[in-house]
């Protein structure tokens, strides 16, 4: 889904300079930078899937969006940082 498919304003989008994607928010493209672009000091793994994430916060969306989990759902312990 794209930022004028989520109801954005095209006034208030924000665009990568690394890679040009389109954002709605200043906060998304932030997220989006440290995601994937920053070099990463700690790794969130999914313990489902094995899929990598720069923040707690990415993996917890991840794990919700694509395994359909809420994050009490999981046992925390098992989330393995690096």
Known sequence: MGP??????PKKLFSCQL????????????????????ERQEEYRCIICERVYCSRNS???????????RPGELDMKDVKFF
Do not use: E, P, Q
């Not at 004028?4 to 304003?9: A, Q, V």
């Not at 389109?22 to 997220?31: F, I, Q």
């Not at 993996?59 to 989990?69: E, G, P």
């Open 4 to 9: 004028i498919s989520c109801g954005c304003s």
């Open 19 to 38: 890679c040009g994607k389109v954002l709605c928010s200043k906060a998304s493209l932030k997220r989006h930078i440290a995601d994937k672009h920053a």
């Open 59 to 69: 993996l917890m969306t991840h794990i919700y969006t694509y395994h359909k989990s």
